[in-house]
């Protein structure tokens, strides 16, 4: 086997695979895709010795997750797709939606939740972000996946979870899903997003890839509640969570977020695996949230475009410039727009003055320690926390069960 035909039977998605991977990786596909076959079947293929070194877990992912073959596009299904609106009708959440922009940006202290930075191009930026040589995240993460997935396959089958009710919070261009996938073998897939069409997309490459795994992408803000449509599996959830997204939540209400996906009663999850970002040197912080290539910037500026789209208003994106810093005291990140001369923002009715120099605050990024995410796991109501991290201590992966 070549590996330069691993494309065309469809690949994990895991970086870095040599020609030995490649065989293994076939071998769990082809699991898979065997039609008229159970999406899971005997895992006796795995050989753990072949794992990469996290450094070969450096490449990109998103380059990966985009070198599909043409003839798997050409064969896969279209996965089911549910928006979910938080029990509205779409135009009173496009209402809602627009009141909730509008009330943050009339604040004293204007700001936008960070969710809106994710149109389609704002997906878009992201994922080239993620191809920064500052943007330390994902890079760190999937080393520390790459050294780790049969340990943490194993973790969830000590669990009594061999395969899954995979739900991907936050999936982006589901490429970690993809590198996952064939070490847990989940019984079904649910990527969840708000950027919906850049979902849609990027659920239908997984489907490309493992073509009789059961998948339900659904496009909704989880920030609103986590009640998941009816057809996702109830039994075995697992939520999975990397990139730190959680690091956007306040404190208060990333407690709050992680102990919903506790409750039987809404996420349902028996376990959860989260990547999470850990306090450093500010310097790297900093850099890996301002690029020098401006690409951050970029996504920045692109949630006021965003904004002009969901609420009518008309932001000029050329008045107002990035602003990326390390807030000590409250251990996150902090990035902001800042407007660079007087100027006035309307949409249907209102308006708001910004002078030069004020600023909205687009996010923060709460970077934790081991010692204060396994606590606050705890507090949510996991247990038998465990975690792996990389060499620099810089990113750490989180395994808690229910
Ligand atoms: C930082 S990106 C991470 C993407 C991917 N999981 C990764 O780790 O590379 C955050 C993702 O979460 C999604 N997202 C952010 N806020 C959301 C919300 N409230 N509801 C649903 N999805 C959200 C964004 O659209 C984006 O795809």
Redesign the pocket.
Same mark, same amino acid.
């Given at each position: 086997m070549q590996a330069g035909l691993l494309p065309a039977m469809g690949r994990p998605g895991a970086v870095g695979y040599c020609a030995t991977h490649a065989s293994h990786a076939v071998k769990t596909i082809k699991s898979y895709r065997l039609p008229g076959k159970t999406a899971f079947q005997s895992n006796s293929n795995r050989n753990d010795s072949i794992l990469d070194p996290p450094e070969k877990a450096l490449l990109k992912l998103s380059d990966n997750f985009l070198d599909l073959a043409p003839d798997a596009a050409l064969t896969a299904t279209t996965p089911r797709f549910i928006n979910v609106y938080a029990g509205k009708s779409p135009a009173r959440q496009a209402a809602s939606t627009a009141r909730e922009l509008a009330d943050s940006l009339m604040a004293p202290e204007a700001s936008v939740s960070?969710?809106y930075f994710?149109n389609t191009l704002g997906?878009r930026l @992201?994922e080239a972000i993620?191809a920064l040589d500052e943007y330390y995240p994902?890079r760190t993460e999937a080393g520390i996946f790459a050294a780790a997935y049969p340990q943490m396959a194993q973790a969830l089958a000590q669990a009594g979870l061999p395969h899954p009710c995979l739900i991907d919070l936050?999936?982006?261009n589901c490429a970690?899903a993809l590198a996952l996938i064939p070490y847990l073998q989940p019984r079904q897939y649910v990527p969840?997003?708000?950027?919906v069409e850049f979902l849609k997309g990027a659920a239908a490459q997984v489907q490309n890839n493992f073509p009789a795994l059961g998948i339900v992408g659904v496009g909704?803000? @989880?920030?609103a509640g986590l009640a998941l449509p009816d057809e996702v599996q109830d039994e075995d959830r697992v939520f999975f969570y990397?990139?730190s997204?959680l690091g956007n939540f306040q404190p208060e209400q990333a407690l709050q977020f992680l102990r919903q996906m506790a409750d039987p009663a809404q996420g349902k999850a028996r376990g959860l695996l989260i990547g999470i970002d850990l306090v450093k040197d500010a310097a790297v912080l900093q850099t890996a949230y301002d690029d020098a290539l401006g690409v951050t910037a970029a996504f920045n500026k692109n949630l006021l475009r965003n904004v002009n789209e969901l609420l009518g208003a008309d932001f000029e994106v050329r008045q107002w410039r990035h602003v990326a810093f390390f807030n000590a005291g409250l251990s996150r990140i902090e990035m902001h727009l800042e407007a660079i001369c007087d100027l006035t923002v309307s949409w249907s009715g209102h308006s708001r003055r910004f002078l030069a120099g004020e600023r909205i605050h687009t996010e923060s990024s709460y970077k934790y320690t081991v010692e204060s995410m396994t606590e606050l796991l705890r507090q949510a109501g996991f247990r038998q926390v465990r975690h792996w991290s990389d060499p620099k201590d810089w990113f750490a992966v989180f395994w808690a069960a229910v």
């Open positions: 960070p969710k994710y997906s @992201f993620t994902t936050g999936a982006g970690k969840v997003d708000i950027s909704m803000d @989880f920030s990397p990139g997204s």
